[in-house]
């Protein structure tokens, strides 16, 4: 069974800045691509970066220069580093990734179970 946990939410003024991690545990063989989501009350989930296995990343057009996705694939963990947050920037965040469970495994998609950002005065 493989489990990924969010970590790192909670509550920041405009402009502040915090940083969200993601550890993936259980039978992990090799981590493929990552990515974290969000979801804003009312709204649809949306995708906000990606990282494939190579490192290359990938940004939504509203968090692009303002946040950064990183991945230590010893940890078997994801990041996001969130920089001169704003209002809108408040969502649940979720992390998802593409894992082998095993050498002769297809790749599995999973989800954490999300941790909230708040961005308020």
């Known amino acids: 069974q493989v489990q990924l946990v969010e970590s790192g939410g909670g509550l920041v003024q405009p402009g502040g800045s915090l940083g969200l991690s993601c550890a993936a545990s259980g039978r992990v063989f090799r981590l493929n691509a990552m990515a974290w989501y969000r979801q804003a009350p009312g709204k649809e989930r949306e995708l906000v970066a990606t990282?494939?296995?190579?490192?290359?990343?990938k940004y939504a057009d509203s968090v692009k220069g303002r946040f950064t996705i990183s991945r230590d694939n010893a940890e078997n963990t994801v990041y996001l580093q969130m920089n001169s947050l704003q209002p809108e920037d408040t969502a649940v965040y979720y992390c998802n990734a593409n894992i082998l469970a095993t050498r002769y495994s297809f790749g599995t998609e999973y989800w954490g179970k999300g941790t909230l950002v708040t961005v308020s005065s």
């Open positions: 990282i494939n296995s190579g490192g290359i990343t």
